[in-house]
């Protein structure tokens, strides 16, 4: 809207300074010169009533630099832990925003910060999200330990606020983050935005956090007039890594190669699906992953449609803008309808008329519904707790979005330009009476075929990367397809001519039809790319033999390694695999370090410090 002199108490030319002016402020400055003159009218009457008298704009800015601002720290530290890059990535988002806002922003993972400064932090915002069985990432580990010991300081003069990422299909949802909120209070820090825990559709909940902490750190008001209100409305900041194509709108790319990577005979089926990147923009760095949102099985999704008696073309509304779909299309594409959640069951409650439902819900039957939830989906629930009110809108209030599965990416983009390589295991089991499928698994072994297009993103990394010297050796531990990743590295390190050593274990079940990319590696250790490799395959011996006996077994040379400067990568399943890895890592680093446990585990801490112990887990 243009100033004129008829809609305004302002000349002609305090006009035309006006609108040549305001086109040209940030947001930070429209919000700062809207708090400034209210401020001032308040105090003294003089700013406004001038203004009314034809003082000019640049007389207002001239006085508003001599204004005093209040009293508020101008500092702000922002501390993230990630284990797969999206809590950096919004870290980078508020730091962006605060930026604008003036502050000096100190942006640090969680194992790079030096707690020493953490008692001067005016302004503590932490983003972090939760694996496992409730435990911090990796680089959140050893912030998280000082916090809760004797050492941590007392945080009167700080003001905090937490982001929590988790899943909510998980039992310990958002637990580290909930930690971190609960630790920063009883230390005397004071809470100025409340905790948001975050499920795996956390885009705009954690605008919305960003949002509520850039007005809270506010340092002027901004109620002046709704014309300045809706100019200095907050809109999250893109990163300078933003592109065409994200999360929130994914590539479709088209499917080049979908094929069986296991031999004829194996009980598993593992796929190499090649896509191509042409024309995205897109791109990607070893150790990098990609999200690829799949669709529902039809045969789930019509059972689900059939059961409750709906109509699969009936107009259901998909989203919060009010976009529509047909109800076949939302559950194939939109829903997940293949997991349930402790939310999903109690807001469903309200549509059933089995009064053992309600009961299954309530606290004291906590134990109850974590044992039903477990291995069951959507149309188990229909089916166990019928009758049902439930019509095809209301879906959109019990069911949550369909989040995209990540993969480790398997190639080199210096190796197969405008290309990524993904592996894919196909999951599949019988619980409760009835098969079983992955959601993407299923859907890229049985249904996508080469020319079809598939939604994907680049989910980044930092966490998980080859060392910046090509000249350091590398020893990779990946069972199964979480040997992908280092297909990536060894493409990497061969396009660059990297000279440092590389050493891969790897294990499966049967070395005949389980050796994934086996003649990948036997050409990279004919070529000299790959200097040792060592596997395992699991049920081709009386005695089941994996990843870690072989770590055992080679544990002199293995520390031999690990004191030439070795980085360390694992990756693959986190319950059972990443935890037995790294009791064998601390069994070597002890026995042929001459180191008590307590030592061992400091040893492994350090080389955690310094990037060289790198896991990308499950």
């Not at 919305?208 to 002046?224: E, K, L, R, Y």
């Not at 930092?462 to 040997?483: D, H, Q, R, S, Y």
Request: aromatic share 10%; proline share 4%.
């Amino acid at each position: 809207m243009q100033l004129q002199v008829t809609n305004s108490p302002f000349t002609s030319e305090q006009a035309e300074l006006i609108n040549k002016l305001l086109p040209t402020l940030t947001e930070a400055q429209l919000n700062w010169l809207g708090g400034y003159l209210t401020f001032y009218h308040a105090g003294t009457g003089n700013v406004v009533n001038t203004v009314a008298s034809e003082l000019a704009v640049t007389d207002v800015l001239e006085a508003s630099a001599a204004a005093v601002v209040p009293q508020v720290p101008r500092e702000a530290t922002i501390l993230f832990g990630s284990q797969t890059g999206n809590s950096q990535r919004l870290a980078g988002r508020l730091a962006d925003s605060l930026k604008e806002q003036g502050f000096n922003v100190t942006l640090s993972a969680m194992n790079k910060y030096k707690t020493n400064n953490l008692k001067k932090a005016g302004y503590l915002f932490i983003l972090v999200s939760t694996h496992g069985e409730g435990d911090p990432p990796d680089n959140a580990l050893t912030f998280y330990e000082y916090l809760y010991s004797k050492r941590a300081p007392r945080l009167d003069d700080t003001k905090f606020s937490v982001l929590a990422l988790g899943d909510v299909s998980y039992e310990f949802f958002c637990k580290t983050g909930q930690d971190f909120d609960t630790r920063l209070a009883e230390l005397g820090a004071e809470r100025i935005v409340n905790r948001v825990d975050c499920d795996v559709d956390f885009e705009d909940s954690a605008a919305g956090w960003i949002a509520a902490i850039n007005s809270a750190v506010s340092t002027v008001h901004t109620s002046v007039s709704s014309q300045f209100a809706s100019a200095t409305a907050f809109t999250p900041i893109a990163t300078a890594d933003s592109s065409e194509y994200t999360r929130t709108n994914p590539f479709m790319a088209e499917v080049l190669e979908n094929i069986n990577l296991n031999g004829r005979g194996s009980d598993r089926e593992t796929r190499h699906i090649e896509l191509s990147l042409e024309d995205s923009g897109l791109t990607y760095k070893p150790g990098d992953a990609v999200g690829v949102y799949a669709q529902n099985d039809p045969d789930l999704v019509n059972d689900i449609i059939s059961f409750l008696g709906w109509d699969p073309e009936e107009t259901v509304v998909i989203g919060k803008a009010g976009e529509t779909s047909s109800l076949q299309a939302a559950l194939l594409h939109h829903y997940e309808i293949t997991v349930l959640t402790k939310p999903l069951i109690e807001k469903a409650a309200a549509f059933s008329g089995n009064s053992q439902l309600a009961e299954l819900v309530k606290p004291e039957n906590k134990e109850d519904l974590k044992a039903y939830i477990h291995g069951r989906d959507l149309l188990d629930l229909l089916h166990d707790y019928a009758p049902w009110t439930l019509t095809a809108s209301d879906i959109a209030m019990i069911l949550r979005k369909l989040p995209p599965r990540l993969y480790s990416i398997a190639s080199s983009s210096n190796s197969h330009p405008e290309e990524v390589h993904l592996t894919i295991r196909k999951v599949e089991y019988d619980a409760h009476g009835r098969e079983r499928k992955g959601v993407c698994s299923g859907f890229t072994s049985e249904r996508l075929e080469p020319g079809d297009k598939l939604p994907i993103f680049i989910q980044q990394n930092p966490n998980f990367k080859l060392p910046v010297n090509p000249e350091a050796p590398v020893i990779m531990v990946g069972p199964g397809t979480g040997v992908a990743p280092f297909r990536a590295f060894l493409e990497e390190r061969e396009e660059l001519g990297a000279t440092g050593d590389s050493w891969l274990f790897y294990g499966d079940r049967h070395f005949v039809t389980d050796f994934l990319y086996q003649t990948d590696w036997q050409r990279m250790l004919s070529d000299g790319v790959l200097t040792k490799l060592d596997v395992a395959f699991s049920r081709d011996t009386d005695e089941k033999v994996y990843v870690q006996q072989r770590m055992l077994e080679n544990g002199q040379e293995f520390y031999d390694w690990l004191e030439k400067g070795a980085h360390v990568y694992v990756c693959g399943d986190e319950k059972h695999m990443a935890h037995d890895v790294q009791a064998a890592l601390l069994a070597i680093i002890g026995q042929y370090g001459r180191k008590s446990p307590e030592e061992a585990a400091t040893y492994l801490s350090e080389l955690q410090e310094q990037g060289r112990y790198q896991r990308d887990v499950y």
